[in-house]
């Protein structure tokens, strides 16, 4: 089964949190062919700098559905108008948290791994039921 992974970007996103992951499911896909498919997504698409100042081609965030979602790193509350598209994509509320009913509706069984940051260093949301 092909996993869709998605690498988001916005402007002035660090670059190793992108480089990184895409290096790592890169490397499993040579050794598994046909189990990964890795896109770069941003708000609106297009050519997007990192911090570094290195491009990423992007496709636009758009109604596809990922098994994996991976948001880069950077000062992304900076970007105030890729943040709420972002997050407006992501499905999460005004503070960064998501609704944990509709993440646990939204697990398959094929599913092994739900990762969430229960604190956020950059913005502060911290996940509480």
Not at 59 to 80: C, H, K, Y
């Amino acid at each position: 089964m092909r996993r869709e992974i998605a690498i988001v970007v916005f402007p002035g996103f660090q670059l190793l949190d992108a480089a990184g992951p895409i290096a790592v499911f890169e490397m499993a896909e040579r050794f598994r062919p046909d189990s990964y498919a890795i896109r770069v997504l941003a708000p609106g698409g297009g050519s997007v700098r990192s911090s570094a100042g290195v491009c990423l081609a992007a496709a636009p965030l758009g109604q596809e559905r990922f098994d994996t979602v991976i948001v880069s790193g950077g000062n992304l509350a900076q970007v105030e108008e890729s943040q709420r598209d972002i997050m407006a994509w992501l499905g999460v509320d005004a503070c960064g948290r998501i609704d944990l009913d509709q993440l646990r509706d939204s697990i398959r069984n094929d599913t092994v791994l739900v990762s969430i940051m229960w604190a956020n260093n950059e913005v502060g949301t911290i996940h509480h039921r």
